[in-house]
């Protein structure tokens, strides 16, 4: 070894070759023929041409601003109940789990291990128009007696939310295990209520987690189709699925490259605003 | 399957050196041929035979879950078949194959099953993605009913051989609902409001829809297609459809969320549930075939085979009628192959007498085909597929 | 509630521990509801892989049974599939997490230009929608007219969205350990590549461990990006799919209450030797 020795400068370009080079080409690249698909023109009888149609962005839009508007709007409110879901029981584990910690925290991974589809199929048998959950929400008139869940937008983010919910866990967990418990209680001291204290300390201290977490439920969540697929009917459809059918069933690549795109820059927007808001330094983990 | 074999070594190899790691390496493990030569080969029965189908499109032994016909097949002629219920509908069928079949490339299936009220049965064949069938392999197709003799997609059944046929229908729950028998009681009763839903097939829906209308879906024009189309929309907005479908409405249906739905007649005839009804609605219902199909580089003769087998109207017969006293269902749609009832009867009488599986002729004459053209109709189809991802 | 306990935060009387238990149960409480929502999918999962569904379709409990199990592939295709997802699932998170590891040690140790870069292309496959990473692969590999769908298309679609977790996992690893025990052993005449075999790789094995663990759980339970590039390949959760369209059968509730039963209990047995470790460390 050398060699090593000798090139030392070397080393770290062939520790990262192999990997750095595969997700350039089974990344990078993919992402410019998709680029390139989206602006050509024809249909799948007669092939595809690269004819710079731009036009296909705009007919994305006018078709199907419904759906973008859609994806954002259930992946931002999932996104919001998971967070507001999850935050006590990551502070409850954090700072009350003691030795139990480690087997609590298992119990937030436990939904990673049934598979994705299956425990969205569950929550189709669970909301079905005559499960307990619609008779009980029917008994104290919450729903209309003819009311459902299953084919709805409740029903879609409900289970959006469930699914992504150890990604918003999981961070916010990280960030406030890691928050000195004397740090507290010396705010605690400092402000006058426990509420104070919580607001002024431990909330800011547990935002990169908060960031994390958001992140990491967001953007799978925009793009999903399975949820709506299972659990909504088709005024609930997310551009996920519009993309899916045009690419795999209708094969019209074009359309459906683009739409990938416009899927990107939304969600790319919508990340540049709550960095605005959050602070970049937050976003991209240097503040740590 | 040679190629699971090279495939099985190549791994062997990769875990061992570090070729694996080296992308030109797996670009070029990537690299294969259909076997052509495998199309061509003589008159010698392949080891495994890879069939496709639809889900729930096979006699089955309920207790010991095995498929009595194939079981029969092999002890037979040693063919093993391995046989894969994966196909939900012919457009994700279709996206899914035709990747490979574009370049030329094998699928590794040996028969595949396709429905002729969509697109892309004629699109395989038009597409050349399919082989000839070996007729000399099939004396028995002179069992094929008549009216399939000649379809327009294969005038002379050079590529295609009929596996079942269907009715497109309503069925209703007679729990929930009275009888629902007409596609207007479908999509305008309010008491149904939010319970029932359309297929996602444009051929099944709107022939219904056209009949309705009292236009021929048989020769659609824009006028008809837009009559039938809007009425369906106007359905989606008032609420009164719940969802689009392909075979998933039967779990719905079954489990009470639903009070009718659009529906194909086996399935009813599958669920066994004495609650749910099928019925050919009143201005008229939609007929459609699956048809067996084989992909290139499928083994043709060994195929072939396969389809002379059950074109035997004993085989036939049993398969659809399954037999109650060994706990084995049967398939319940409506089999192509003359004569197959008198066997069915000796099995199980029921099932021969069940007009959802030997339908009387007053039945099939109330039944219609969707226009060819149209199924093709690129603006017709996109305008379907917008309506039903809304 | 806050202005009430204000002029007495101080005083611990009686009002304020009654206050703080209740708060503090109320949060135990919270937390037990939590947990109860987040099993109960899993819960109706395990139950209905017992269920005798009289139809073809299992959808309501009709009676209990031990035939799902039993006979666990006695669907058609679902043998096929879960062995299919295993293998991928196999080669593809250790291929991952070895080229995930190189890359973090190159983070971590050392400088060299283009490290800006490297993050950001490490960060960028986390921050995709899976659509997208699925749908931009089947494109590229559309237009690579010498590419057959299949199980290296699958296989290589997984290796290239677990090599970002990998990478992430070990990183944070490698972050937090002394390099003063690695000058140790170069002080003491080992070379660089016997200072990683005895020193470096030992300490880093549970991070590389667990980046092995979470690839393999990604890749087998991956559906969207499957669902563009396998071809004509059935993998567990695309069997799952088409399965969904009419009803699943138990069988797919026995696999997935298998898959969490073998899962749960891996990490149950790493928790306990964690524990034990700590305990006498």
Same mark, same amino acid.
């Given at each position: 070894?050398?060699?090593?020795?000798?090139?030392?400068?070397?080393?770290?370009?062939?520790?990262?070759? *192999?990997?750095?080079?595969?997700?350039?080409?089974?990344?990078?690249?993919?992402?410019?023929?998709?680029?390139?698909?989206?602006?050509?023109?024809?249909?799948?009888?007669?092939?595809?041409?690269?004819?710079?149609?731009?036009?296909?962005?705009?007919?994305?839009?006018?078709?199907?601003?419904?759906?973008?508007?859609?994806?954002?709007?259930?992946?931002?409110?999932?996104?919001?109940?998971?967070?507001?879901?999850?935050?006590?029981?990551?502070?409850?584990?954090?700072?009350?789990?003691?030795?139990?910690?480690?087997?609590?925290?298992?119990?937030?991974?436990?939904?990673?291990?049934?598979?994705?589809?299956?425990?969205?199929?569950?929550?189709?048998?669970?909301?079905?128009?005559?499960?307990?959950?619609?008779?009980?929400?029917?008994?104290?008139?919450?729903?209309?007696?003819?009311?459902?869940?299953?084919?709805?937008?409740?029903?879609?983010?409900?289970?959006?939310?469930?699914?992504?919910?150890?990604?918003?866990?999981?961070?916010?967990?990280?960030?406030?295990?890691?928050?000195?418990?004397?740090?507290?209680?010396?705010?605690?001291?400092? +402000?006058?209520?426990?509420?104070?204290?919580?607001? #002024?300390?431990?909330? *800011?201290?547990?935002?990169?987690? !908060?960031?994390? @977490?958001?992140?990491?439920?967001?953007?799978?969540?925009?793009?999903?189709?399975?949820?709506?697929?299972?659990?909504?009917?088709?005024?609930?459809?997310?551009?996920?699925?519009?993309?899916?059918?045009?690419?795999? /069933?209708?094969?019209?690549?074009?359309?459906?490259?683009?739409?990938?795109?416009?899927?990107?820059?939304?969600?790319?927007?919508?990340?540049?605003?709550?960095? $605005?808001?959050?602070?970049?330094?937050?976003?991209?983990?240097?503040?740590? | 399957?040679?190629?699971?074999?090279?495939?099985?070594?190549?791994?062997? #190899?990769?875990?061992?050196?570090?070729?694996?790691?080296?992308?030109?390496?797996?670009?070029?493990?990537?690299?294969?041929?259909?076997?052509?030569?495998?199309?061509?080969?003589?008159?010698?029965?392949?080891?495994?035979?890879?069939?496709?189908?639809?889900?729930?499109?096979?006699?089955?032994?309920?207790?010991?879950?095995?498929?009595?016909?194939?079981?029969?097949?092999?002890?037979?002629?040693?063919?093993?078949?391995?046989?894969?219920?994966?196909?939900?509908?012919?457009?994700?069928?279709?996206?899914?194959?035709?990747?490979?079949?574009?370049?030329?490339?094998?699928?590794?299936?040996?028969?595949?099953?396709?429905?002729?009220?969509?697109?892309?049965?004629?699109?395989?064949?038009?597409?050349?993605?399919?082989?000839?069938?070996?007729?000399?392999?099939?004396?028995?197709?002179?069992?094929?009913?008549?009216?399939?003799?000649?379809?327009?997609?294969?005038?002379?059944?050079?590529?295609?051989? *009929?596996?079942?046929? @269907?009715?497109?229908?309503?069925?209703?729950?007679?729990?929930?609902?009275?009888?629902?028998?007409?596609?207007?009681?479908?999509?305008?009763?309010?008491?149904?409001?939010?319970?029932?839903?359309?297929?996602?097939?444009?051929?099944?829906?709107?022939?219904?829809?056209?009949?309705?209308?009292?236009?021929?879906?048989?020769?659609?024009?824009?006028?008809?297609?837009?009559?039938?189309?809007?009425?369906?929309?106007?359905?989606?907005?008032?609420?009164?459809? $719940?969802?689009?479908?392909?075979?998933?409405?039967?779990?719905?249906?079954?489990? @009470?969320?639903?009070?009718?739905?659009?529906?194909?007649?086996?399935?009813?005839?599958?669920?066994?549930?004495?609650?749910?009804?099928?019925?050919?609605?009143?201005?008229?219902?939609?007929?459609?075939?699956?048809?067996?199909?084989? *992909?290139? @580089?499928?083994?043709?003769?060994?195929?072939?085979? +396969?389809?002379?087998?059950?074109?035997?109207?004993?085989?036939?017969?049993?398969?659809?009628?399954?037999?109650?006293?060994?706990?084995?269902?049967?398939?319940?749609?409506?089999?192509?192959?003359?004569?197959?009832?008198?066997?069915?009867?000796?099995?199980?009488?029921?099932?021969?007498?069940?007009?959802?599986?030997?339908?009387?002729?007053?039945?099939?004459?109330?039944?219609?085909?969707?226009?060819?053209?149209?199924?093709?109709?690129?603006?017709?189809?996109?305008?379907?597929?917008?309506?039903?991802?809304? | 509630?806050?202005?009430?306990?204000?002029?007495?935060?101080?005083?611990?009387?009686?009002?304020?521990?009654?206050?703080?238990?209740?708060?503090?149960? !109320?949060?135990?409480? +919270?937390?037990?509801?939590?947990?109860?929502?987040?099993?109960?999918?899993?819960?109706?999962?395990?139950?209905?892989?017992?269920?005798?569904?009289?139809?073809?379709?299992?959808?309501?409990?009709?009676?209990?049974?031990?035939?799902?199990?039993?006979?666990?592939?006695?669907?058609?295709?679902?043998?096929?599939?879960?062995?299919?997802?295993?293998?991928?699932?196999?080669? =593809?998170?250790?291929?991952?997490?070895?080229?995930?590891?190189?890359? =973090?040690?190159?983070?971590?140790?050392?400088?060299?230009?283009?490290?800006?870069?490297?993050?950001?292309?490490?960060?960028?496959?986390?921050?995709?929608?899976?659509?997208?990473?699925?749908?931009?692969?089947?494109?590229?590999?559309?237009?690579?007219?010498?590419?057959?769908?299949?199980?290296?298309?699958?296989?290589?679609?997984?290796?290239?969205?677990?090599?970002?977790?990998?990478?992430?996992?070990?990183?944070?690893?490698?972050?937090?350990?002394?390099?003063?025990?690695? /000058?140790?052993?170069?002080?003491?005449?080992?070379?660089?590549?016997?200072?990683?075999?005895?020193?470096?790789?030992?300490?880093?094995?549970?991070?590389?461990?667990?980046?092995?663990?979470?690839?393999?759980?990604?890749?087998?339970?991956?559906?969207?990006?499957? +669902?563009?590039?396998?071809?004509? /390949?059935?993998?567990?959760?695309?069997?799952?799919?088409?399965?969904?369209?009419?009803?699943?059968?138990?069988?797919?509730?026995?696999?997935?209450?298998?898959?969490?039963?073998?899962?749960?209990?891996?990490?149950?047995?790493?928790?306990?030797?964690? #524990?034990?470790? /700590?305990? $006498?460390?």
């Amino acid at each position: 070894m050398s060699f090593f020795h000798r090139h030392r400068g070397l080393t770290p370009y062939l520790l990262l070759g *192999p990997g750095i080079a595969w997700l350039a080409v089974f990344f990078v690249v993919p992402l410019g023929f998709l680029a390139y698909q989206s602006l050509q023109s024809g249909n799948f009888d007669i092939g595809y041409a690269f004819t710079w149609s731009w036009g296909n962005y705009w007919h994305a839009i006018r078709d199907y601003h419904a759906q973008f508007v859609r994806s954002l709007e259930y992946a931002g409110l999932a996104t919001v109940l998971a967070l507001v879901i999850s935050y006590p029981v990551a502070y409850w584990i954090a700072f009350r789990g003691g030795r139990w910690k480690n087997l609590l925290l298992l119990f937030i991974v436990a939904p990673f291990f049934v598979t994705y589809l299956i425990r969205t199929l569950a929550w189709e048998t669970i909301l079905s128009d005559n499960g307990f959950v619609v008779n009980t929400l029917q008994s104290l008139h919450v729903l209309g007696s003819s009311g459902r869940l299953l084919a709805t937008s409740t029903a879609v983010v409900t289970g959006i939310t469930y699914n992504f919910l150890p990604f918003m866990a999981l961070p916010l967990y990280v960030s406030l295990e890691q928050i000195d418990g004397s740090l507290i209680e010396a705010a605690e001291d400092l +402000y006058a209520s426990k509420l104070h204290a919580f607001l #002024r300390v431990t909330l *800011p201290l547990s935002l990169p987690g !908060v960031v994390a @977490g958001t992140l990491l439920t967001f953007i799978p969540a925009a793009g999903d189709f399975i949820n709506a697929q299972l659990l909504g009917s088709p005024e609930n459809h997310m551009i996920g699925n519009v993309i899916q059918s045009k690419f795999l /069933e209708l094969t019209d690549y074009p359309a459906a490259a683009s739409m990938s795109f416009i899927l990107m820059a939304g969600i790319l927007v919508a990340v540049a605003i709550y960095a $605005r808001i959050v602070g970049t330094e937050q976003l991209t983990g240097t503040a740590t | 399957m040679t190629d699971q074999l090279t495939r099985r070594e190549l791994l062997k #190899r990769g875990a061992a050196g570090s070729a694996l790691l080296t992308v030109p390496g797996l670009l070029a493990a990537c690299g294969g041929k259909a076997k052509s030569s495998s199309a061509k080969s003589a008159h010698k029965l392949a080891k495994t035979l890879h069939f496709s189908n639809w889900t729930l499109y096979m006699d089955t032994n309920k207790k010991k879950h095995t498929f009595p016909s194939l079981v029969e097949f092999q002890k037979k002629y040693g063919v093993h078949v391995d046989y894969v219920e994966e196909i939900n509908d012919n457009a994700s069928f279709f996206g899914k194959i035709q990747g490979q079949l574009s370049r030329g490339q094998s699928v590794h299936r040996d028969i595949v099953v396709l429905t002729d009220n969509d697109r892309y049965l004629s699109l395989m064949i038009k597409k050349g993605y399919v082989e000839k069938l070996d007729k000399s392999a099939i004396p028995n197709m002179k069992n094929l009913v008549d009216v399939q003799k000649h379809p327009n997609f294969d005038q002379n059944r050079d590529y295609s051989l *009929p596996w079942q046929s @269907g009715m497109t229908g309503i069925a209703y729950n007679d729990t929930l609902t009275g009888p629902v028998l007409s596609v207007d009681d479908l999509l305008t009763n309010p008491k149904l409001k939010g319970k029932v839903t359309c297929l996602n097939s444009m051929g099944d829906a709107l022939t219904l829809v056209m009949l309705s209308n009292g236009d021929d879906p048989s020769k659609v024009t824009d006028k008809s297609f837009n009559a039938a189309f809007n009425r369906v929309k106007k359905a989606v907005d008032s609420k009164q459809i $719940r969802q689009f479908t392909g075979n998933d409405y039967a779990p719905i249906l079954a489990r @009470g969320d639903l009070m009718a739905a659009m529906s194909w007649s086996g399935d009813i005839a599958q669920l066994g549930n004495k609650h749910i009804h099928w019925n050919v609605p009143k201005d008229g219902g939609a007929l459609w075939t699956d048809n067996m199909l084989i *992909p290139k @580089g499928g083994n043709v003769y060994t195929a072939s085979f +396969y389809m002379n087998y059950v074109y035997d109207p004993k085989v036939q017969g049993l398969m659809e009628a399954g037999d109650p006293k060994k706990n084995i269902t049967g398939i319940y749609y409506i089999p192509p192959v003359a004569g197959a009832g008198e066997w069915a009867k000796k099995s199980d009488p029921s099932v021969a007498s069940n007009p959802l599986i030997f339908p009387t002729k007053k039945m099939l004459d109330s039944v219609h085909l969707f226009d060819n053209n149209a199924l093709n109709n690129q603006k017709y189809l996109t305008q379907w597929q917008n309506l039903i991802s809304a | 509630m806050s202005s009430i306990a204000v002029p007495t935060a101080r005083e611990p009387n009686f009002l304020a521990t009654v206050l703080a238990v209740v708060r503090r149960h !109320v949060l135990t409480v +919270y937390s037990f509801l939590f947990f109860a929502y987040l099993l109960l999918p899993i819960a109706v999962v395990m139950i209905f892989s017992f269920n005798n569904p009289t139809g073809k379709f299992n959808y309501t409990w009709q009676g209990f049974t031990w035939d799902n199990w039993r006979y666990w592939d006695g669907v058609p295709g679902i043998r096929s599939a879960i062995f299919l997802s295993l293998e991928i699932a196999v080669v =593809a998170s250790v291929i991952a997490t070895a080229l995930g590891t190189m890359i =973090a040690l190159a983070l971590v140790r050392y400088g060299f230009r283009g490290r800006a870069t490297t993050n950001i292309l490490i960060f960028l496959p986390l921050s995709t929608p899976e659509i997208v990473l699925g749908a931009s692969l089947l494109t590229l590999f559309l237009n690579l007219s010498f590419v057959t769908f299949g199980f290296w298309t699958i296989l290589i679609a997984h290796i290239m969205f677990c090599i970002s977790f990998a990478v992430v996992t070990v990183k944070a690893r490698l972050v937090g350990f002394d390099r003063h025990l690695e /000058e140790a052993a170069m002080d003491l005449g080992a070379n660089e590549w016997t200072t990683f075999r005895k020193v470096t790789l030992p300490l880093t094995a549970p991070a590389i461990l667990a980046a092995l663990l979470l690839c393999f759980a990604i890749s087998i339970d991956d559906f969207v990006v499957t +669902y563009f590039n396998s071809g004509s /390949e059935v993998t567990f959760p695309l069997f799952v799919w088409g399965a969904a369209r009419i009803g699943a059968p138990a069988q797919v509730n026995v696999i997935g209450t298998a898959i969490f039963v073998v899962a749960l209990a891996a990490m149950l047995v790493n928790v306990v030797f964690q #524990r034990r470790r /700590e305990v $006498r460390a």
